[in-house]
């Protein structure tokens, strides 16, 4: 079974040693990131592909939405070991237009486990619901609140006890916000990177 993709694994590695022999080698060695990617679990995001980096080169985790509950042990286990350990300097919360999971958080529509995990979505829609009912249309509304959940994620990776204990011992690291375009591949810089723990009050 799956024969198909076991085929395009074994090109793709031929593919890297052939233009790098060493590759997987030096990846057997160690990992040494510089980025920490938090976002949508989309099969249309790949993380390492949009950015062009290598494996290696990318500390990855991917969730319904992107978000960054402080409640949560498995992001917070990530982003424990991206800081502590792997000393990443940059942390990218990465969301997308026409997310599904923003979408779905303010649908009305009954969905079971998942809606529990989408609950910090429809705070941020009630606590931006007169901005984004003054959008002209559903689309805009959406778009918009993928930007807003993007800030409010950037937010709680900020003011995070692993983010703070780093900048209190000097540590360089900076907390991003980027949205992600299907539909033409590029990304958005939303302007809300926080390198210390005063840039968090530009935050809305």
Not at 7 to 36: C, H, I, M
Not at 75 to 82: G, H, I, K, N, R
Not at 115 to 143: F, G, M
Request: glycine fraction near 6%; charge should be negative; hydrophobic fraction near 40%.
């Amino acid at each position: 079974m799956l024969d198909h993709l076991k085929a395009k694994n074994r090109a793709w590695a031929e593919g890297k040693v052939a233009t790098d022999s060493d590759f997987f080698k030096r990846l057997e060695r160690q990992q040494t990131p510089e980025y920490l990617w938090i976002g949508c679990a989309d099969s249309r995001v790949p993380a390492n592909e949009i950015v062009g980096l290598d494996p290696g080169e990318l500390f990855v985790h991917r969730n319904v939405a992107n978000l960054a509950p402080p409640q949560d042990a498995n992001y917070l286990s990530v982003l424990q070991f991206a800081v502590e350990v792997l000393r990443v300097k940059h942390i990218l919360v990465v969301g997308h237009y026409g997310c599904g999971g923003v979408a779905a958080a303010v649908d009305n529509q009954r969905r079971g486990l998942v809606d529990h995990w989408l609950h910090p979505i429809r705070e941020v829609w009630h606590d931006y619901r007169q901005e984004l009912e003054a959008l002209p249309n559903e689309h805009a509304r959406l778009n918009r609140l993928c930007e807003l959940n993007v800030i409010r994620q950037v937010r709680n990776v900020a003011t995070d006890v692993f983010v703070q204990e780093a900048w209190a011992r000097g540590q360089e690291l900076h907390v991003h916000g980027w949205v992600y375009a299907i539909a033409d591949g590029l990304v958005q810089d939303l302007d809300v990177t926080i390198s210390q723990p005063e840039d968090i009050k530009r935050l809305r």
